[in-house]
T-cell receptor, first 112, second 110 residues
Framework: EPEVTQTPSHQVTQMGQEVILRCVPI?????FYWYRQILGQKVEFLVS????????KSEIFDDQFSVERPDGSNFTLKIRSTKLEDSAMYFC??????????FGSGTRLTVV | GIQVEQSPPDLILQEGANSTLRCNFS?????LQWFHQNPWGQLINLFY???GTKQNGRLSATTVATERYSLLYISSSQTTDSGVYFC????????????FGRGTSLIVHP
């Protein structure tokens, strides 16, 4: 069964540093998403991406965040100047539309 | 946006017991999925079920879209079923974004 692949699985970074979380969506999917889950809390929508541009974003997705599809396979989430409260599990997902959403295994980000 | 409520928030079972988890949603939906988040934090897709009934081994799910709820049944529970079960719903309003409920935390004791 096709998978969404996320790397790294765990990243530790110092406060104020930039991090890039990487995702390889399923190859024929057209819609891409990033979600965040702070420990013990609900899974929250950050941003959706379609046709090489952001289609929707939540209030959480402020100027600190950016997304990019640098080539035909990767989809990245960049967090500039990380804060302690950015520590969370970040999930990438993709969808072909109408078939359902496939989530990656997540990247656990720890900001120290 | 669409509201998603899951119940119960917590559930503790003995191995072998059956359980029913519920997901209520506030509007018409295009898509509904059930996920299991395992102890390592991974989200495992269980069912894509915007309507009707599906079964996969000891798990089954039913969505009654007209009454705006979905049920996940776990039969003969095992310790490996422990974790958090999430319902994620995409409303029919055209946003194409799944909204998660707060989940049901399940602990199955041996």
């Amino acid at each position: 069964e096709p998978e969404v692949t996320q790397t790294p699985s765990h990243q530790v970074t110092q406060m104020g540093q930039e991090v890039i979380l990487r995702c390889v969506p399923i190859s024929n999917h057209l819609y891409f998403y990033w979600y965040r889950q702070i420990l013990g809390q609900k899974v929250e929508f950050l941003v959706s991406f379609y046709n090489n541009e952001i289609s929707e974003k939540s209030e959480i997705f402020d100027d600190q965040f950016s997304v990019e599809r640098p080539d035909g396979s990767n989809f990245t989430l960049k967090i500039r100047s990380t804060k302690l409260e950015d520590s969370a599990m970040y999930f990438c997902a993709s969808s072909e539309r109408g078939v359902g959403y496939t989530f990656g295994s997540g990247t656990r980000l720890t900001v120290v | 946006g669409i509201q998603v409520e899951q119940s119960p928030p917590d559930l503790i079972l003995q191995e072998g017991a059956n359980s029913t988890l519920r997901c209520n949603f506030s509007d018409s939906v295009n898509n509904l999925q059930w996920f299991h988040q395992n102890p390592w934090g991974q989200l495992i897709n269980l069912f894509y079920i915007p309507s009707g009934t599906k079964q996969n081994g000891r798990l089954s799910a039913t969505t009654v879209a007209t009454e705006r709820y979905s049920l996940l049944y776990i039969s003969s529970s095992q310790t490996t079923d422990s974790g958090v079960y999430f319902c994620a719903v995409e409303g029919a309003g055209g946003s194409y974004i799944p909204t998660f409920g707060r989940g049901t935390s399940l602990i199955v004791h041996p």
